[in-house]
């Protein structure tokens, strides 16, 4: 049986070649995700771009490789804008996406609302008319992400945009929606779920949950969002009503996107 030499990378970092036979790695590249949007339900943090595969060449000439692990989005403080946007991961030639912000909404009963924003996955629309961000930003093939949850009235809270599948437009009843689904990768030797994403703001009693992969769970009036989990690239969760100015706090505001990770291995 083949064993494998696995590097995983929690920060920003270097990979340096000591074997000077090695040619080519295994990799998975996951951004990180965007955070939530705030307000009147407002949608999920679309997931990090999620990138693996395998054969990548490498050289021990020059040998050395820079790492950048993504760090999350924060979620949104303020009902005019979206939650922000992940920062990208990047091994050699990979380069994953961070995720969308989440669109955020100003209310009750009307006013601007924002769309999420693109992104390795899309964030997700906040209540009534509001588009979900195009995921695949930049275009890969295959994919690296999912678009966000597009809501027209009265929905609300759509779910962020994932890996494994898209974020879903928000219910009329119960409010809000969950998150994409994410990825799964078995390159650390144990299957795991990444870039889930960011579930929207709901008025339910309970919190829609967050895409599996780490995704966040969304606000609802009693709760507040919960940030996605770190070193997964999941978007953060959407807030929810009911704000009383333009600065957001507790159940208003978006959660933080998780930070990403990177992961090389090869035989050893």
């Given at each position: 049986?083949?064993?494998?030499?696995?590097?995983?990378?929690?920060?920003?970092?270097?990979?340096?070649?000591?074997?000077?036979?090695?040619?080519?790695?295994?990799?998975?590249?996951?951004?990180?995700?965007?955070?939530?949007?705030?307000?009147?339900?407002?949608?999920?943090g679309g997931a990090g771009g999620f990138r693996a595969g395998t054969g990548l060449p490498v050289s021990v000439s020059p040998g050395v490789y820079p790492v950048t692990v993504g760090a999350g989005g924060q979620g949104s403080t303020t009902v005019a804008t979206q939650g922000i946007n992940g920062s990208p991961s990047i091994f050699s030639t990979i380069t994953s996406t961070g995720g969308g912000g989440g669109g955020s909404r100003v209310g009750p009963g009307g006013g601007?609302?924002?769309?999420?924003?693109?992104?390795?996955s899309g964030g997700g629309g906040a209540f009534g008319g509001s588009a979900g961000g195009t995921g695949n930003t930049p275009p890969t093939s295959p994919p690296q992400g999912n678009p966000g949850g597009t809501n027209s009235a009265p929905q609300y809270g759509a779910g962020g945009g994932g890996a494994g599948g898209a974020g879903p437009a928000g219910n009329a009843s119960p409010y809000g929606a969950p998150g994409g689904n994410g990825a799964t990768s078995s390159i650390s030797g144990t299957s795991v779920t990444y870039a889930g994403g960011g579930a929207g703001g709901t008025s339910g009693p309970s919190p829609y949950p967050g895409g599996p992969g780490g995704g966040g769970p969304a606000a609802t009036p009693a709760i507040p969002a919960t940030d996605a989990t770190v070193n997964t690239g999941g978007g953060g969760g959407g807030g929810t009503a009911t704000e009383t100015g333009t600065t957001l706090t507790g159940v208003n505001k978006g959660s933080n996107g998780g930070s990403g990770i990177v992961i090389i291995a090869y035989p050893s």
């Amino acid at each position: 049986t083949t064993t494998q030499t696995v590097h995983t990378f929690y920060s920003s970092g270097t990979f340096t070649i000591n074997t000077p036979t090695l040619t080519s790695v295994d990799y998975l590249v996951v951004a990180g995700g965007g955070g939530g949007g705030g307000g009147w339900y407002a949608g999920g943090g679309g997931a990090g771009g999620f990138r693996a595969g395998t054969g990548l060449p490498v050289s021990v000439s020059p040998g050395v490789y820079p790492v950048t692990v993504g760090a999350g989005g924060q979620g949104s403080t303020t009902v005019a804008t979206q939650g922000i946007n992940g920062s990208p991961s990047i091994f050699s030639t990979i380069t994953s996406t961070g995720g969308g912000g989440g669109g955020s909404r100003v209310g009750p009963g009307g006013g601007a609302n924002t769309a999420g924003l693109p992104g390795g996955s899309g964030g997700g629309g906040a209540f009534g008319g509001s588009a979900g961000g195009t995921g695949n930003t930049p275009p890969t093939s295959p994919p690296q992400g999912n678009p966000g949850g597009t809501n027209s009235a009265p929905q609300y809270g759509a779910g962020g945009g994932g890996a494994g599948g898209a974020g879903p437009a928000g219910n009329a009843s119960p409010y809000g929606a969950p998150g994409g689904n994410g990825a799964t990768s078995s390159i650390s030797g144990t299957s795991v779920t990444y870039a889930g994403g960011g579930a929207g703001g709901t008025s339910g009693p309970s919190p829609y949950p967050g895409g599996p992969g780490g995704g966040g769970p969304a606000a609802t009036p009693a709760i507040p969002a919960t940030d996605a989990t770190v070193n997964t690239g999941g978007g953060g969760g959407g807030g929810t009503a009911t704000e009383t100015g333009t600065t957001l706090t507790g159940v208003n505001k978006g959660s933080n996107g998780g930070s990403g990770i990177v992961i090389i291995a090869y035989p050893s």
